[in-house]
């Protein structure tokens, strides 16, 4: 080996050793940022599979809360129907079977955290359900009260406007999270409701007298 390949050897291993130092050196770093990235992403992983989790849930429990409002509007109406009967024979109403409202929790807390979730569709219903509720309750507070059947022909129109919130209640709930599309209540409906041929047409009745400011009736 000649002097001038013996300087080129020694000036390479100089600078492997200075190679190999700096990896050395930043070593401890890369493998600290490597952790926190891992950190991150399996924590990122972790929070999301949860909210995920969180959100189904809270889908779940609204679905859950449609179909309790549908069951309890099927003894509602079947109660609505027969004092309807009751009214336009100017029979004397003994009592009710009357809720003193029906119940939205589920879906009136958690409706806003699941709305990214769902359609538009789903999100149009659901609010329909909610305000609809809403004004079925404030009616169903007032045909309660025993005063309030002093004059009956007022009493009918509140309990035609019931009978209608209900009505359009149950065939909300009937396609909120089915594919099932219900424009109308129909024949079978009425009686999967158990309601008869009699109370549907005493309905009709109470709702025609008050079309006709209570000429038909005189209640």
Same mark, same amino acid.
């Given at each position: 080996m000649?002097f001038d390949?013996?300087?080129?050897?020694?000036?390479?291993?100089?600078?492997?050793?200075?190679?190999?130092?700096?990896v050395?050196?930043?070593?401890?770093?890369?493998?600290?940022?490597?952790?926190?990235?891992?950190?991150?992403?399996?924590?990122?992983?972790?929070?999301?599979? #949860?909210e995920?989790?969180? %959100?189904?849930n809270? $889908?779940?429990?609204?679905?859950?809360?449609? !179909?309790s409002?549908?069951? /309890? *509007?099927?003894?509602?109406?079947?109660?609505?129907f027969?004092?309807?009967g009751?009214i336009?024979?100017?029979?004397?109403l003994?009592g009710?079977?009357?809720?003193?409202?029906?119940?939205?929790?589920?879906?009136?807390?958690?409706?806003?955290?699941?709305?990214?979730?769902l359609?538009?569709?789903?999100?149009?219903?659901?609010?329909?359900?909610?305000?609809?509720? #809403?004004?079925?309750?404030? %009616?169903?507070?007032? $045909?309660?009260k025993?005063?309030?059947?002093? !004059?009956?022909?007022?009493? /009918? *129109?509140?309990?035609?406007?019931?009978?209608?919130?209900g009505?359009?209640?149950y065939a909300?709930?009937?396609?909120?999270?089915?594919d099932?599309?219900?424009?109308?209540?129909?024949g079978?409906d009425?009686?999967?409701l158990?309601?008869?041929?009699?109370?549907l047409?005493?309905f009709?009745?109470?709702?025609?007298?008050?079309?006709n400011?209570?000429?038909?009736?005189?209640l």
């Amino acid at each position: 080996m000649d002097f001038d390949s013996f300087n080129q050897c020694l000036a390479y291993i100089e600078f492997s050793k200075e190679e190999k130092s700096l990896v050395v050196k930043f070593l401890p770093i890369i493998g600290a940022l490597s952790g926190a990235l891992i950190g991150f992403f399996l924590n990122y992983a972790s929070t999301h599979s #949860k909210e995920n989790k969180i %959100i189904k849930n809270k $889908i779940l429990c609204c679905k859950e809360d449609v !179909d309790s409002v549908r069951d /309890s *509007l099927q003894i509602i109406l079947k109660e609505l129907f027969r004092i309807a009967g009751l009214i336009s024979r100017r029979e004397p109403l003994p009592g009710h079977n009357l809720p003193t409202n029906v119940s939205s929790l589920c879906l009136s807390e958690y409706f806003s955290d699941v709305a990214h979730k769902l359609s538009s569709e789903q999100r149009f219903q659901i609010q329909r359900i909610l305000e609809d509720i #809403k004004a079925l309750n404030s %009616i169903l507070e007032i $045909i309660q009260k025993r005063d309030s059947l002093k !004059d009956k022909f007022t009493y /009918s *129109l509140k309990l035609s406007n019931s009978i209608i919130l209900g009505l359009r209640i149950y065939a909300t709930c009937k396609q909120t999270f089915n594919d099932e599309i219900v424009n109308k209540i129909e024949g079978n409906d009425f009686q999967e409701l158990g309601i008869d041929q009699a109370e549907l047409s005493a309905f009709f009745a109470l709702k025609e007298n008050g079309n006709n400011e209570n000429q038909s009736l005189n209640l």
